[in-house]
């Protein structure tokens, strides 16, 4: 099932607390991604990493952080400094773009703030 | 901002007629253009794709072209079915010699209607 696993598929946070997002992929894929989907917005990237311990800020990082310890890993941080967290949370990721560059999502993690 | 721009932001058609979705990208540095598709509740998937070396490419009832000097791509989507209802991403894939990431349109929201 396209080899990209998120989870939860469901979280809810208070307000004021961080939050961690798992995203793990069993495709041997050197680049990974984060987007944040919002209605009417499209995909909007946070952070993406082509290689272990390496990572760049997307265009609405700030209020995330993100970790890239394992090729397979890369976890995203909600902090309680994200004014508006609420949101579909999509990871993807591809092999690097020197031959076919397909981005495989997961089935993505949906954030509650309550 | 938003380096891709997509239209229109919805899209409905009789069944049988023909779909087309427009896309624009901004920065020289672009050379690879995805299409996705995502139906309700369920991850992007690609449905097509074509290199910037390439002009036009068909696949069954959906084609892709591009126009570079114009910074210009489209989808085609012919004899529509209501399966083909869903929300369509383009998206570019912007490289350097050291990086890349994938940047998303807003997203159009296609309606087959029988």
Known sequence: DGGITQSPKYLFRKEGQNVTLSCEQNLNHDAMYWYRQDPGQGLRL?????????????????GYSVSREKKESFPLTVTSAQKNPT???????????????????????????? | GE?????????????GDSAVIKCTYSDSASN?????KQELGKR?????????NVGEKKDQRI?????????????????TQPEDSAVYFCADLMTTDSWGKFQFGAGTQVVVTP
């Open chain 1, 87 to 114: 949101a579909f949370y999509l990871c993807a990721s591809s092999i690097l773009w020197d031959s076919n560059t397909e981005a495989f999502f997961g089935q993505g993690t949906r954030l509650t703030v309550v």
């Open chain 2, 44 to 52: 992007p998937q690609l449905i097509i794709d074509i290199r910037s």
């Open chain 1, 46 to 62: 946070i952070y993406y990493s082509q290689i272990v311990n390496d990572f760049q800020k997307g265009d609405i990082a700030e």
């Open chain 2, 63 to 79: 084609a892709v072209t591009l126009n570079k000097t114009a910074k210009h791509f489209s989808l085609h989507i012919t004899e």
């Open chain 2, 3 to 15: 380096n891709v721009e997509q239209h229109p932001s919805t899209l409905s058609v009789q069944e």
């Open chain 2, 32 to 36: 690879y253009f995805p299409w996705y």
